[in-house]
């Protein structure tokens, strides 16, 4: 597989030089370069930077975009991102987690070049870090599901039970249980981040067992939203909000990003040459969105949705204690909560959902 | 309104063992002929991105099927001409396969990933719609492949064990001599099992695509290629324990998702585990004349006879 990678970088290499040359006697002002694990047309969290990123190219005048694919998590992320550089990239931005080193590595060896990695860490002089935080902004999404659900089960698949995921579900439930105390999230891990044979298969035993609303946290929520469409049940979307096309009927909201208004700030230092590298993290209402509301969806519901995201973004945060755990126990005292910094340890599940962390 | 768990259990088994049964059978008459083909994986890939390209083009599933079939059977013969023409290593050329599916897949996928495709139409008959318990599954509402999995792998058996042209290519699996000498060319009768074997393997690609999951992903089929092998090997080479096989392994993928669907308290790790152990148990438990089952020139290549 490493062949064809390196293939399909090389081939981009070459394109993206055939590109930029001829345009040698205008140079563009400044030329991003953004690596994707995936494709750009998954209907989730790759297409989301796509997107972005394709209107700051659009927006801001003289600003070009070198894209690659597909580019695995390994020493194969460094020669690209080394290729893009030499293509002239002033910005690279490294969309995945797991290009953290290959990132870093880069970033030392060209100070004058900006980094923006999508991840955690320390920041450097031209080495940015951030995120979207979507664990608070699912509370909405629960309150969605508590309002619409008939049978009180609300599905949800998770690829790897890492703190992130954890996160999402245990939002989602304590959002849907504010408006529906007899609400249930039953969660199914399927083992990968991509399997999609087997998020169908996961959706489909959620479905049999009466769950009506299913939500995920998977890298592309594409598999999972036709599937609940195909038997007729309700979808919360996850990553990207364009994935309200692949269902019609069933589609409730979902969060998405959006990165574009981060992006062109960045672009803009970078130009201006007024880049530092920082921490930044954002909720709702900046770098998180709500999806539009599917034609079905009352307006009662979205009212009580719209109200709840408007706490959220003022800073409402459901990981406040007193808050049990779903084995009984006490996961947070009165008065302790969990900020955006420790989300990634989260290790219980909030009472109400179903499911065993390991 | 919960779904048993048994009734869970074998929705679940279907849905997931389709495209297995398929891939098995295709993997079943190549290694009858004595041809070990390790890129069933690739080849799976090829017929899932095939199928879902031309199904997304066209709009039409049908014809995405028709195309996953020619491609599989397309991937085999060039397997075939590396193998039987040039008579290289089946184990290296198997790989060399594999690796080429991964890549031509992908390529022929890329520019279809997010498409919204119509997937192949699913039936349920009309007496059986309005049972209350088949209502809360996916129990009998399926597409074609779905429907005529069983049959075929009954056709395939007839074919392999009830027809001259069966009797030949098991000749050829058994001793390519022998064969020969009784006048039967094993190059054309391994040509015609890889054809048949890639026919079937693109098949069981597209069902990933075209309707279990409606999307393609680059390496979609997630190892499945390599179950299908091991399930040749557990089913001795016969197509109606195929069908025994693919029940057991679909079940126990069903399993760990049902078992969570329903509230199970044991570890999603130890859950992830059990369609391999449930493999595992049961090639110990079933162990015993396995090599005797074996096709007697499996993996060696004829040189013609002198």
């Given at each position: 597989m490493?062949?064809?990678?390196?293939?399909?970088?090389?081939?981009?290499?070459?394109?993206?030089?055939?590109?930029?040359?001829?345009?040698?006697?205008?140079?563009?002002?400044?030329?991003?370069?953004?690596?994707?694990?995936?494709?750009?047309?998954?209907?989730?969290?790759?297409?989301?930077?796509?997107?972005?990123?394709?209107?700051?190219?659009?927006?801001?005048?003289?600003?070009?975009?070198?894209?690659?694919?597909?580019?695995?998590?390994?020493?194969?992320?460094?020669?690209?991102?080394?290729?893009?550089?030499?293509?002239?990239?002033?910005?690279?931005?490294?969309?995945?987690?797991?290009?953290?080193?290959?990132?870093?590595?880069?970033?030392?060896?060209?100070?004058?070049?900006?980094?923006?990695?999508?991840?955690?860490?320390?920041?450097?002089?031209?080495?940015?870090?951030?995120?979207?935080?979507?664990?608070?902004?699912?509370?909405?999404?629960?309150?969605?599901?508590?309002?619409?659900?008939?049978?009180?089960?609300?599905?949800?698949v998770i690829g790897i039970p890492?703190?992130?995921?954890?996160?999402?579900?245990?939002?989602?439930?304590?959002?849907?249980?504010?408006?529906?105390?007899?609400?249930?999230?039953?969660v199914v891990v399927t083992g990968g981040w991509a399997d999609k044979a087997k998020e169908a298969a996961a959706a489909n035993a959620l479905?049999d067992?009466?769950?009506?609303?299913?939500?995920?946290?998977v890298?592309?929520?594409?598999?999972?939203?036709?599937?609940?469409?195909?038997?007729?049940?309700?979808?919360?979307?996850?990553?990207?909000?364009?994935?309200?096309?692949?269902?019609?009927?069933?589609?409730?909201?979902?969060?998405?990003?959006?990165?574009?208004?981060?992006?062109?700030?960045?672009?803009?230092?970078?130009?201006?040459?007024?880049?530092?590298?920082?921490?930044?993290?954002?909720?709702?209402?900046?770098?998180?969105?709500?999806?539009?509301?599917?034609?079905?969806?009352?307006?009662?519901?979205?009212?009580?949705?719209?109200?709840?995201?408007?706490?959220?973004?003022?800073?409402?945060?459901?990981?406040?204690?007193?808050?049990?755990?779903?084995?009984?126990?006490?996961?947070?005292?009165?008065?302790?909560?969990?900020?955006?910094?420790?989300?990634?340890?989260?290790?219980?599940?909030?009472?109400?959902?179903?499911g065993k962390v390991r | 309104?919960?779904?048993p768990l048994l009734l869970g259990l074998l929705a679940g088994a279907i849905l997931s063992g389709t495209s297995l049964l398929y891939a098995t059978l295709g993997e079943t008459i190549v290694e009858r002929?004595g041809i070990v083909n390790l890129g069933l994986e690739g080849l799976l890939l090829?017929g899932a991105?095939?199928?879902?390209?031309?199904?997304?083009?066209?709009?039409?599933?049908?014809?995405?099927?028709?195309?996953?079939?020619?491609?599989?059977?397309?991937?085999?013969?060039?397997?075939?001409?590396?193998?039987?023409?040039?008579?290289?290593?089946q184990l290296a050329?198997g790989l060399?396969m594999m690796f080429?599916g991964f890549?031509?897949?992908?390529?022929?996928?890329?520019?279809?990933?997010?498409?919204?495709?119509?997937?192949?139409?699913?039936?349920?008959?009309?007496?059986?719609?309005?049972?209350?318990?088949?209502?809360?599954?996916?129990?009998?509402?399926?597409?074609?492949?779905t429907?005529?999995a069983v049959?075929v792998a009954?056709?395939v058996w007839?074919?392999l064990?009830?027809?001259?042209?069966?009797?030949?290519?098991?000749?050829?699996g058994?001793?390519?001599?022998?064969?020969?000498?009784?006048?039967?060319?094993?190059?054309?009768?391994?040509?015609?099992?890889?054809?048949?074997g890639?026919?079937l393997g693109?098949?069981g690609g597209?069902h990933l695509?075209?309707?279990l999951t409606?999307?393609?992903?680059?390496y979609m089929t997630a190892g499945r290629g390599f179950i299908a092998i091991a399930l040749v090997i557990f089913s001795k080479w016969d197509p109606l324990r195929v069908i025994v096989g693919t029940l057991v392994f679909g079940g126990a993928e069903a399993l760990e998702l049902q078992l969570q669907a329903r509230g199970s308290l044991m570890s999603p790790f130890l859950l992830e585990m059990f369609p391999y152990l449930l493999t595992i148990a049961v090639l110990l438990a079933w162990g015993g004349s396995r090599r005797l089952a074996a096709p007697a020139s499996l993996g060696r290549?004829?040189?013609?006879?002198?």
């Amino acid at each position: 597989m490493k062949e064809r990678v390196r293939f399909a970088a090389c081939a981009l290499m070459l394109l993206a030089g055939l590109a930029v040359r001829p345009s040698a006697a205008q140079e563009p002002r400044l030329v991003i370069g953004a690596v994707y694990v995936g494709s750009v047309n998954d209907y989730g969290y790759n297409r989301s930077f796509h997107d972005a990123l394709t209107q700051v190219a659009r927006d801001l005048p003289d600003v070009k975009l070198l894209e690659a694919e597909n580019v695995p998590e390994s020493a194969e992320a460094e020669s690209v991102m080394e290729g893009l550089v030499q293509q002239g990239a002033k910005l690279v931005i490294p969309t995945s987690f797991g290009y953290k080193d290959a990132a870093r590595k880069v970033a030392k060896r060209h100070r004058d070049v900006a980094f923006e990695f999508a991840g955690d860490g320390e920041p450097e002089s031209n080495f940015g870090v951030f995120f979207g935080q979507t664990q608070r902004a699912m509370y909405p999404m629960g309150v969605a599901a508590g309002k619409l659900t008939k049978t009180n089960k609300l599905g949800f698949v998770i690829g790897i039970p890492i703190g992130y995921s954890l996160g999402n579900v245990n939002a989602f439930q304590m959002g849907a249980a504010s408006v529906n105390p007899k609400v249930q999230t039953i969660v199914v891990v399927t083992g990968g981040w991509a399997d999609k044979a087997k998020e169908a298969a996961a959706a489909n035993a959620l479905l049999d067992q009466g769950c009506d609303v299913i939500s995920m946290h998977v890298d592309s929520p594409a598999t999972i939203i036709r599937t609940a469409e195909e038997r007729g049940a309700m979808s919360i979307g996850f990553q990207s909000i364009e994935a309200r096309a692949l269902a019609p009927k069933g589609w409730i909201t979902g969060l998405g990003f959006n990165w574009a208004p981060f992006f062109t700030e960045t672009a803009k230092k970078v130009i201006a040459g007024r880049f530092r590298g920082e921490a930044i993290y954002q909720g709702l209402g900046q770098m998180v969105v709500v999806a539009p509301f599917g034609d079905s969806v009352p307006a009662d519901v979205r009212a009580a949705v719209t109200k709840s995201a408007e706490d959220v973004r003022k800073g409402f945060n459901p990981f406040t204690g007193p808050l049990k755990d779903n084995r009984g126990g006490l996961a947070l005292p009165p008065g302790a909560s969990v900020g955006v910094d420790q989300m990634g340890s989260m290790n219980w599940y909030v009472e109400g959902v179903v499911g065993k962390v390991r | 309104m919960t779904t048993p768990l048994l009734l869970g259990l074998l929705a679940g088994a279907i849905l997931s063992g389709t495209s297995l049964l398929y891939a098995t059978l295709g993997e079943t008459i190549v290694e009858r002929s004595g041809i070990v083909n390790l890129g069933l994986e690739g080849l799976l890939l090829v017929g899932a991105s095939v199928g879902f390209a031309v199904a997304a083009i066209s709009g039409n599933p049908w014809l995405g099927l028709v195309a996953a079939a020619a491609a599989g059977a397309l991937v085999n013969l060039v397997f075939g001409w590396l193998v039987v023409t040039r008579k290289s290593n089946q184990l290296a050329g198997g790989l060399a396969m594999m690796f080429f599916g991964f890549g031509a897949s992908a390529l022929i996928g890329a520019p279809h990933v997010g498409a919204v495709i119509r997937g192949l139409p699913k039936w349920r008959p009309a007496w059986l719609a309005d049972v209350s318990w088949v209502q809360t599954t996916t129990l009998f509402k399926y597409d074609v492949l779905t429907w005529i999995a069983v049959p075929v792998a009954v056709l395939v058996w007839w074919v392999l064990f009830r027809t001259r042209w069966g009797l030949g290519l098991r000749a050829v699996g058994e001793n390519p001599n022998a064969a020969f000498a009784s006048g039967r060319d094993p190059a054309v009768f391994q040509y015609q099992a890889l054809c048949l074997g890639g026919v079937l393997g693109g098949l069981g690609g597209a069902h990933l695509s075209l309707s279990l999951t409606g999307t393609w992903a680059e390496y979609m089929t997630a190892g499945r290629g390599f179950i299908a092998i091991a399930l040749v090997i557990f089913s001795k080479w016969d197509p109606l324990r195929v069908i025994v096989g693919t029940l057991v392994f679909g079940g126990a993928e069903a399993l760990e998702l049902q078992l969570q669907a329903r509230g199970s308290l044991m570890s999603p790790f130890l859950l992830e585990m059990f369609p391999y152990l449930l493999t595992i148990a049961v090639l110990l438990a079933w162990g015993g004349s396995r090599r005797l089952a074996a096709p007697a020139s499996l993996g060696r290549t004829f040189y013609g006879s002198s």
